[in-house]
């Protein structure tokens, strides 16, 4: 007597990629939110040079290295650092393992009521002339880097940069924070003419105290 075949066939079916493809779309806004979170910090680094000894002597050598600044801003005022020059050297300064320091200045300052108050903030003058000085002695080198702890308010970064950017006039006074933002707001810089491209019509523009001003973040 022959079997009979049976009613019930097993059917197969397609994999439900839904759920995964569901799960992706939700961890995709995750990782690009973690990426916001990720401190990107600067390391300065010198690449390595290929090619043939140099026959010059050291000492040349030596003079030509660049300054590498960096002024950075801290609670108690600046600091300027440099890996190419002892800055206590050049400044005639107590030597210090970290830097050149610049504390903050206390001076009289008139309200908008005419009462006269104390205020302490950075001594951006102090840094004015030490930069002017610094630019005078390496004229070749136009790198800055600027640095300031996360606490501090965006207001003392904007004025550092106003002041590391142009070289003011000779005949602007600086006895005062107040003098120093009065030029500032006025542009009382000094100005040098540029030549135009293929013998064209000079243009006057002002002159640069640090060409390229540079950011990092301190961690």
Known sequence: ????????????????????????????????????????????????????ASSKPQEEDKDKKPLGLTVALGKDGFLLKATGADLATVFGVQADANGVKIPMKTEDYSNKNGDVEKLTTYDYIELYKKLLQLREMYEDDKLLTLTAEPELEFKYLIRTMDVVRYQFADDVKMASIADLSEAANNSKYKKVEEEGDEGGKSTSTYKPLWDQVTFAIVQ
């Open 1 to 52: 007597m022959a079997r009979k075949k049976s009613k019930f066939v097993e059917e197969v079916e397609d994999i439900n990629l839904i759920p995964i493809m569901n799960l992706v779309l939700c961890l995709i806004p995750l990782v690009l939110f973690k990426t916001q979170l990720v401190k990107i910090g600067m390391v300065n680094v010198s690449a390595p040079k290929v090619g043939p």
